[in-house]
Each structure stands twice: as structure tokens, then as C-alpha cells.
């Protein structure tokens, strides 16, 4: 039986964004799911996710906001914050969280601790 693609989530408020780095993840092997709010994700369900990425700064319900949200929910569920906003991303405020990236981000970089955390997933 063949095995289904890793199902990544994405939540950003930037439409372009959304649209990029939902190309970049199926081109790569991955399937994406894409939503413009964290309660956009949480009415959707998490129970068929490998991964999530979501931007910190957002309308309505923050990206560190959701990630404590779906901690609660799946603790196992490895989850990456984006932010373009450094002053954010230098506080230090990137514990128990499986990847921190800052925007741009460089692509392979981020592909690579996907296909890590994947993997760690799945048990090798």
C-alpha cells in the first residue's frame, strides 16, 4: 500500500504567502493545506496533520497563540512559526517550538526541518 503524502498545514494571513508556500510544499512532495486564520485551522480539524506553519503575526488569534492552542490538542504535532517581524523572533520566545523561521525564508532550509521533523515523526 502506498504510503500518503505528509499533510502540512499553513496559516498566514498573507495570501501570497499562502500561494507560495503552497506550491513550494506540493512541488516537493508534500501535500498542503491552507488557511488565512488560525480558527480558519482549528474548524477544519487537526487530527490529519503531519506538520503546521503559521505566522506569528496575524489578526484575531496570534501564531503563538494557536500553537498553544493545538499543543493542547497534539502534542506531537511539530509546529514552525514565520514571522517577518525581528524584533519577535529575537526575544527568544522559540521554546517548544519544532522550527523558527524569519521571512523571506530560504526555502531548502525550511524543506529540510519539514522533511527532519517528518521523519522524527514516523519514527526514523
Do not use: W
Not at 18 to 28: C, D, I, T, V
Request: a negative charge; glycine letters at 8%.
Amino acid at each position: 500500500m502506498e504510503k500518503t503524502k505528509p499533510m502540512v498545514a499553513v496559516v498566514d494571513d498573507d495570501p501570497r504567502l499562502l500561494e507560495s508556500l503552497e506550491e513550494l510544499l506540493e512541488s516537493a512532495g508534500y501535500a498542503a493545506c491552507c488557511f488565512a486564520s488560525a480558527r480558519g485551522l482549528l474548524s477544519h480539524g487537526l487530527s490529519h496533520l503531519d506538520l503546521l506553519i503559521t505566522d506569528i503575526g496575524m489578526p484575531g488569534m496570534n501564531g503563538l497563540e494557536l500553537r498553544d492552542q493545538v499543543k493542547k490538542v497534539r502534542p506531537e504535532l511539530p509546529v514552525f512559526l514565520i514571522t517577518g517581524r525581528h524584533e519577535i523572533a529575537d526575544q527568544g520566545r522559540a521554546q517548544s517550538i519544532s522550527g523558527f523561521f524569519r521571512k523571506p525564508f530560504h526555502a531548502p532550509a525550511l524543506l529540510m526541518a519539514i522533511s527532519e521533523a517528518c521523519k522524527n515523526r514516523d519514527g526514523g
